[in-house]
């Protein structure tokens, strides 16, 4: 594939992920007030909560506004990077995958950096309305990051016998996540099954 080709793919690919997130992202917390779960099924639920922390609703040491920045700067770089990997005509499932981890960090930082400006923050159990621009619940770079994608894939019930977690109620897997979430552990996990030989190889060269 040209170099051109891959430009056009990588845009392409950056801009329809940030779309679907964006239109999962406002659906939710114009439809569905904060907590609210909708069963799908009995392994796959949607449940809005709202958080300031990373991936999977982690969080990083240095406040709000430290992982807002640091999102922007990681996103500029990785978008750098996928640049000089084009030229370098890296392969084309490469870029893909780091495609996916910038746009998917490229979706949370347009939550931080607008959500709180334009949406209000209603109380329980109402759901959430488009503001006048800088009317939200929130400052520019403070707004809180919509996840709704829950998977309890499998639950149960810990032995009564064991002496700390006894009767205790295990799920696997527990995170809230969105769907740029998703796209970045998807790009990351494929890096390292099939392109670990490939990065390896470059840093050697480099």
């Not at 950056?14 to 917390?29: A, G, P, R």
């Not at 114009?30 to 069963?39: D, K, S």
Request: proline share 4%; net charge neutral.
């Amino acid at each position: 594939m040209s170099r051109k080709k891959h430009y056009i793919l990588a845009i392409t690919l950056f801009i329809t992920i940030l779309l679907i997130d964006q239109i999962i992202k406002v659906c939710v917390k114009t439809g569905m007030y904060i907590g609210e779960r909708i069963e799908i099924t009995s392994w796959f639920s949607l449940v809005f909560v709202e958080n300031n922390g990373m991936a999977f609703g982690w969080e990083l040491w240095g406040g709000k506004l430290f992982l807002t920045l640091f999102r922007l700067v990681a996103v500029t770089l990785i978008g750098w990077y996928i640049y000089r990997q084009i030229k370098q005509k890296a392969p084309t499932g490469y870029i893909i995958c780091m495609t996916l981890i910038a746009a998917g960090a490229a979706g949370n930082i347009i939550d931080c950096l607008f959500y709180g400006l334009i949406f209000n923050n209603p109380p329980y159990p109402q759901v959430a309305h488009l503001q006048t621009w800088g009317e939200g619940y929130g400052d520019f770079l403070y707004g809180r990051v919509v996840d709704m994608f829950y998977f309890p894939l499998v639950e149960w019930d810990m032995p009564t016998w064991m002496p700390i977690y006894s009767g205790e109620h295990c799920v696997f897997f527990s995170p809230i996540f969105n769907f740029a979430d998703a796209a970045i552990s998807c790009g990351i996990i494929a890096i390292l099954l099939f392109y670990h030989k490939f990065i390896s190889h470059y840093h050697e060269k480099v």
